[in-house]
């Protein structure tokens, strides 16, 4: 790089078989950053603004614009020996301290010395010349490779090294310059590849700036957005020759584009009598094992067009269609075939078959867990207004698609083929029922919504709550990053379709019958061995309880971060949490009113003032009740505070019947005044024992006011 004077862009690539598509914008990303922390950490100056990410299947590379030439001089600075262990007692030097500076190079008399708190020591202060770039990019990019995120590295040929997979060429260029370099066994140069087949031979890169210009005159996109971009608009062509609209989610897209270097759409078709199974799972078949994207009308029914995404311009694109044709047959047929198969036999048929599937060795059969699942169901959709006989239907047939050859071909589509099969046949079950087989599932993923019919919101509520017991008991609840059973997503869809649903329920009541249907098989399961090896005594009702509080928790734990996502701080949450209501509806109408609350002026004063109220109380121990004594009232703030008091509990006796918590605190908030009179000119904790009772028995009514509907100590502003 002597020739290389000036900034100039450094590129960096690594020419590899056949990346992973689903790791490679990560491994890119940790590509660059490693590069970046590199020159970072070395001092080495560059542009921070235009650094430069680049993938695709066969390379990885990172462009950094303004590296400078060299590292600027580096300022070092060498502790040595403490002045008590450097010195003598005749003040002359010790060995350490001869020792020390020889190390560093230089005489004793050039040390100089570090004063600290913690006394003094001896230090080699010194300037270190800066070292060409050049000769620190080896070692930055070893380390930066070190660090990718390769959880099963790959080795080839009887070479030691390893990476996700084998590499072929690197490029290492600052400017015009290349730097040299080997990592696993290349060195590098200024020779990239092309796209397999429409460049097969090198590609010659003058420099860094123009290397992706150089890739894609050799049919290669080497910006992954750029292959992206393209891809859309390939798509928008077919499809415009087509009709139809096409249906490209962005993992879709972002799969497909990390599997071409030069993407071409390519318009295919099947045969129509495949239309007759299930749009999803054609659908899944399409898009998840052969990424194709598939073409819908304008009611959203699946047509038999389909688009494939060729990594070549091919000159007969009709033998390309021919192909992707020929592969998506197969499966097709296969997915035909089991849904003729399942349909002969109707979904109700399965249910004996779900007796000898275990569910949890503790927990019985699958069809155990379906007849718990079915009294929740019951009893829920009683309190809700929901047709009960339909719930528990509903239930009984909730996981008897498991066990038909579509969804055992095609897990993902459990639920949707209950659905279906709920559907049809010689019997098909109410609409109601065959929707919430469907419904109950969701939502499936933190995107998705709440079941949209009340039975699909019941019976996902009465699933969760007999999943969420039933693993509990037994011991296998989540334990850091480990989650088997899902249970962190069941607890927060239970919550969700409680609140979404707007559903009143007593979580806490729920949770207890849930545990109370488990059998004491299941609660012995989760106490473990006792000491001597022997299964520990068990007491039933003292186990129930516990869990069912760790279990609340545990849901009301999943809560904190739906509502960080929605803006909401972590103070009003624990002002409601502190109370514990038992029905989320009811806890989220708190929360809302107390986020709203905390907006008003009077709302800072207030929470300092039920902060200091509370600190009052419990230093006087023992709650303190009974009626205010008018006589024993000295001053008019107190006499003035007991009357706002007493009308804001008139006022508020209706707005605590009908739950309305926003009007409660906004009449709650008029105190403010007389409350800060009242502590301006009252001495609470007075002399006389039964003038200081008089006050606290009028400070825990006020307080009790306020805790109808949070603890609003809790919020900012009342740290007093």
């Known amino acids: 790089m002597s020739a290389n004077t000036k900034p100039a862009s450094l590129l960096i690539e690594i020419g590899t078989e056949e990346l992973p598509p689903r790791a490679l914008d990560a491994l890119a990303d940790a590509f660059a950053k490693g590069i970046v922390d590199g020159l970072e950490k070395n001092g080495v100056a560059f542009d921070s603004k235009n650094t430069k990410t680049f993938c ?18 580096q300022a070092i600075e060498r502790r040595g020996p403490a002045l008590a262990a450097g010195l003598d007692v005749e003040g002359q030097p010790t060995r350490a301290l001869t020792g020390f500076a020889a190390s560093c190079g230089v005489d004793v008399a050039a040390l100089e010395r570090l004063e600290t708190d913690k006394g003094a020591w001896f230090v080699h202060r010194a300037m270190q010349p800066g070292q060409p770039t050049a000769t620190l990019l080896p070692a930055i990019l070893a380390e930066a490779v070190k660090a990718l995120p390769i959880p099963k590295p790959m080795r080839w040929g009887d070479h030691e090294f390893a990476f996700v997979r084998p590499a072929h060429w690197l490029v290492m260029l600052h400017g015009a310059d290349v730097i040299p370099a080997e990592l696993f066994g290349l ?17 010659h890169v003058a420099d860094a700036d123009s290397w992706l210009d150089a890739l894609h005159n050799a049919k290669v996109l080497a910006d992954p957005a750029e292959r992206r971009r393209r891809i859309v608009d390939e798509v928008a062509r077919v499809s415009g020759e087509i009709g139809g609209q096409p249906r490209l989610s962005a993992d879709l897209l972002d799969e497909i584009a990390n599997l071409t270097e030069w993407p071409v759409a390519i318009a295919c ?19 998840t094992n052969q990424k194709f994207i598939p073409v819908f009308d304008a009611a959203g029914k699946l047509t038999e067009h389909f688009i494939g995404i060729a990594n070549i311009e091919s000159k007969d694109p009709a033998e390309i269609r021919k192909g992707y044709e020929r592969v998506i047959r197969p499966r097709f047929a296969d997915a035909k075939f089991f849904h003729d198969e399942d349909r002969k036999q109707g979904l109700a048929s399965f249910q004996e078959s779900l007796k000898s599937v275990t569910y949890q060795q503790s927990l019985g059969s699958v069809w155990d867990k379906c007849i718990r699942v079915a009294e929740l169901a019951r009893v829920i959709a009683n309190r809700v207004g929901v047709d009960a006989a339909l719930a528990t239907r509903a239930a009984a047939l909730s996981k008897c698609d498991l066990m038909t050859r579509m969804v055992g071909e ?35 993923n ?22 969420l017991c039933g693993i509990f008991a037994v011991g296998m609840k989540p334990s850091g990053n480990k989650d088997p059973f899902a249970l962190r997503r069941a607890a927060l869809g239970l919550a969700r379709t409680m609140i979404e649903g707007e559903l009143d329920l007593d979580l806490k009541a729920h949770l207890a019958e849930a545990l109370a249907s488990l059998p004491d098989a299941a609660l012995v399961a989760g106490l473990g061995k006792a000491k001597d090896g022997k299964a520990p005594q068990l007491d039933a009702g003292k186990r129930r309880d516990e869990l069912a509080t760790e279990i609340f928790d545990f849901i009301i734990d999943r809560l904190r971060s739906y509502y960080a996502e929605q803006g909401i701080a972590s103070e009003p949450f624990e002002a409601v949490r502190a109370l514990s209501p038992s029905s989320l509806l009811d806890f989220d109408r708190r929360l809302r009113a107390v986020v709203e609350f905390a907006g008003l002026p009077e709302a800072q004063a207030l929470a300092a003032a039920n902060k200091r109220i509370g600190n009052i109380l419990r230093q006087a121990g023992s709650s303190v009740a009974g009626d205010i004594e008018a006589n024993l009232l000295e001053s008019d703030a107190e006499r003035d505070l007991v009357a706002a008091l ?32 009242y502590f301006d000119h009252v001495m609470v904790m007075a002399d006389d024992p039964a003038v200081r009772r008089n006050r606290l028995i009028l400070l825990g009514r006020l307080r009790a006011m306020f805790l109808r509907v949070a603890d609003i100590s809790l919020l900012p502003g009342a740290a007093g």
């Open 446 to 467: 933190a995107a998705d919504g709440i079941a949209d019919g009340k039975l699909g919101q019941v019976l996902a509520i009465a699933e969760r709550l007999d999943t």
């Open 646 to 677: 007493a009308h804001a509990e008139s006022d508020s006796a209706p707005l605590i019947a009908n739950a309305d918590y926003v009007g409660l605190l906004r009449r709650l908030a008029s105190l403010r005044d007389p409350v800060d009179r």
């Open 410 to 444: 095609f897990p993902e589509l459990q639920g949707i083929m209950g659905r279906y099969y709920a559907s049809h046949g010689d019997k098909p079950e109410p609409a109601e029922v065959a929707t919430a087989l469907d419904e109950f599932y969701r939502p499936r």
């Open 269 to 287: 078709a099947f045969d129509r009598k495949f239309l007759d199974v299930p749009q999803e799972a054609l659908v899944m078949t399409m898009e």
């Open 56 to 73: 695709s299947p066969r390379r990885l590379a990172v462009l950094v614009a303004g590296v400078a030439s060299d590292q600027p001089d």
């Open 187 to 203: 060195s590098s140069g200024r020779q990239s590849r092309g796209h397999r087949f429409h460049h097969a031979g090198p590609v």
